[in-house]
């Protein structure tokens, strides 16, 4: 079944990891035996053939690049021209990757349904190019709010306002503060241009600092339940409910602490705190049970996003694996419509409204 992944990693996989993402995982974790700069080294999940084999053929795919100020302790560039820098290299790893025929940008409607018409033919999938919406993940590279416009003409259609820590535009996970007079202006700027506001990672404050001040299309590309895990991380019941309010649709992520509570980076094992699929579904399951329907919920599992096989759960070898999700969510009791809007449908919808 055609599917849609709403976040993704792609260029920092390619550019910070030093991966060729047009190989097969096999040869990419294969490269990487015996690496230990990173903990994920060798055991890589997420590559461009894998994407066709699981008939991923739409995914939103970042640019992220984070600016710190002096006594920030996260990694990240210590000027946002170095970051907006950073961001542009991205850009042009996603350009390469289309001159190669291995991606399209997909940033229009118009785009949007040729891509879809294609991936209905009778094409062998692994001739057809992966499309991607492009996203950033957390502002802080927008040197001024200006280059919001510099980004949105060269493809960028949705913007978290803030990723981990204290951002220039918004407070992101394990911080706390409001968005203040210069997110604000970010927000205005983002409603002109009609960019998605992606409200992953906003910290609470500036959570409800942003939905109150913005009027645009409104998504979650990859949020869980804090009901299920408590972190900050997480969507309250209350922030879902919200979200639903405003027609946003969820994507359920795949990053093992998000997904069951206890557990310890480095040291838990994804077989030994039960961390599979199901547990997705689980999530996935507690948004329907609070929208009364299976409207606001998607995929955006986050596979890239610095963590491999050790952190993800144990019944996915690669990203194609998320082809076993519409027999768990059937086994729910969903009906066939119901896992279509879940694999695509539902983005779809939102896209077609956000961009009609």
């Known amino acids: 079944m055609f599917a849609i992944d709403a976040h993704l990693d792609l260029s920092m996989n390619a550019l910070e990891w030093n991966r060729d993402l047009t190989l097969p995982v096999s040869s990419i974790n294969k490269r990487e035996e015996g690496l230990r700069d990173k ?12 994407l066709r084999k699981g008939k991923i053929g739409l995914v939103v ?8 100020a002096p006594g920030n302790n996260l990694p990240g560039w210590h000027s946002p021209a170095q970051a907006w820098a950073q961001t542009q290299g991205q850009l042009a790893w996603y350009k390469a990757m ?39 993940e957390g502002a802080d590279s ?20 803030a990723h981990y820590g204290p951002g220039r535009y918004a407070q992101g996970t394990d911080a706390t503060g409001f968005m203040g007079h210069k997110g604000q202006e970010l927000l205005k700027e983002m409603e002109r241009l009609n960019i998605i506001l992606d409200a992953t990672h906003l910290c609470d404050d500036s959570f409800w600092e942003a939905l109150a001040h913005f009027n645009g299309h409104v998504w979650a590309s990859h949020n869980n339940c804090r009901a299920l895990v408590n972190h900050n991380r997480q969507f309250s019941d209350e922030q879902i409910k919200v979200l639903i309010d405003r027609g946003a649709v969820i994507g359920a992520a795949l990053d093992a602490w998000m997904m069951v509570p206890g557990w310890v980076r480095g040291k838990s094992d994804p077989k030994a705190m039960n961390c599979n699929l199901e547990v997705m579904i689980d999530h996935i399951d507690h948004i329907c049970q609070l929208a009364g329907n299976a409207n606001h919920v998607g995929i955006g599992s986050d596979l890239d996003g610095a963590f491999g096989k050790e952190q993800c759960p144990y019944d996915l070898e690669t990203i194609a694996d998320l082809q076993k999700i519409p ?8 009906s066939t419509a119901d896992v279509e809007n879940l694999m695509h449908g539902n983005w779809l919808r939102f896209l077609r409204k956000a961009w009609g």
Request: aromatic residues 6%; glycine residues 6%.
């Open 61 to 68: 795919a970042t640019q992220i690049a984070r600016f710190v």
């Open 327 to 334: 027999t768990l969510f059937k086994n729910r009791g969903y």
């Open 98 to 136: 289309e001159e190669a025929g291995e991606m399209v940008q997909i940033n229009s409607l118009e785009i949007l349904e040729n891509h879809l018409a294609l991936w209905k033919t009778d094409i062998d999938d692994t001739k057809k190019p992966i499309g991607y919406i492009l996203s950033l």
């Open 142 to 161: 927008l040197i001024t709010v200006h280059h919001l416009e510099k980004a949105y003409l060269s493809g960028l259609r949705a913007v978290g306002p």
């Open 39 to 50: 903990p994920d080294r060798a055991k890589s999940v997420v590559s461009l053939p894998e």
